[in-house]
């Protein structure tokens, strides 16, 4: 059977898993290449597939690498709001088991999904004493601006939102957009609800990550669709702390990718978990 691989927008490149393709030059570099090029960056972001372990097996390998290099490094991650920041910190701090944690951060009732495909990353923060910081508003938000628009949230909901939520980016609209057509969101959803939510998302995280970086480097694991292009965190963050950075967008085998996307493409396999993606239901929108 001939290998799947990743082929590129407008170019005759074929790409096999585990290349590491530099998009501004197009070349690929090998993985201590990568590791070198994050040399001046105050902030590097690793997108995922929420479902593909190889993308959180390859997020571990930059988070180590870094680590031996960083004085300060510490870890953003999209998979909790901020409001989990004291059992985050607990956790590193050593204080708390995996059960006590899983309880703590009600992981099942927010993420949902498998806690084993995070499991490394946590515990080697924690082993390293590597802070982890909570970037999301509460899972609820996003879903209540969904369906009644910025305008009809409390003035408890309003305390959770960033100070800035940008939605004048037309490329940023363009793509979710197309994003928004494809799928069949519920009746009740607009277009112009749904991409306010989505820049909520955006722009808190973003927010986070400024707030956050203190004096060292940050390692941002979030959605691709949170990355590509930066339009969603990286190029709000940036708005915000002039911080430089760069981003690294994990790409399955058996697609198309563009150059545009990311500062590098990392070829992965495209295995999935089976059996769904999420256990307590429901589906996390784009």
């Not at 703590?104 to 999904?113: D, E, G, I, S, V």
């Not at 973003?206 to 669709?225: D, F, H, P, Q, R």
């Not at 990355?227 to 911080?243: L, V």
Request: aromatic share 10%; proline share 5%.
């Amino acid at each position: 059977m001939t290998p799947k691989t990743l082929s590129i927008k407008d170019k005759p490149t074929r790409l096999m898993e585990n290349t590491i393709l530099k998009t501004a030059t197009a070349s690929v570099v090998s993985r201590e290449q990568l590791i070198a090029d994050m040399a001046d960056a105050r902030v590097v972001y690793v997108g995922e597939n929420h479902t593909n372990p190889s993308h959180h097996a390859i997020q571990l390998e930059i988070i180590k690498a870094l680590a031996q290099t960083t004085d300060h490094l510490v870890i953003g991650m999209e998979m909790f709001d901020h409001t989990y920041q004291p059992v985050l910190d607990q956790w590193t701090a050593g204080k708390l088991d995996q059960n006590a944690f899983l309880a703590k951060t009600h992981w099942y009732a927010n993420w949902r999904f498998d806690f084993g495909l995070y499991r490394d990353i946590l515990e080697f923060a924690k082993e390293k004493g590597l802070r982890v910081i909570a970037l999301n508003v509460p899972f609820y938000i996003p879903s209540r601006i969904r369906v009644g628009g910025l305008a009809s949230l409390s003035e408890a909901d309003r305390m959770q939102l960033p100070d800035i939520i940008d939605t004048t980016d037309a490329d940023h609209r363009a793509y979710l957009e197309k994003i928004f057509n494809l799928h069949a969101f519920s009746g009740s959803d607009t277009f112009e609800f749904f991409y306010e939510a989505q820049c909520t998302w955006e722009d808190a995280m973003a927010e986070a990550v400024a707030k956050n970086m203190e004096s060292g480097k940050m390692v941002v694991l979030a959605g691709n669709g949170h990355i590509i292009r930066k339009f969603g965190i990286p190029d709000r963050a940036f708005a915000r702390s002039h911080a430089p950075f760069k981003t690294i967008y994990l790409a399955p085998v058996g697609g198309e990718a563009e150059l545009s996307w990311a500062d590098y493409l990392w070829v992965t396999p495209e295995t999935r978990m089976p059996h769904g993606q999420m256990r307590g239901g429901g589906m996390k929108k784009p």
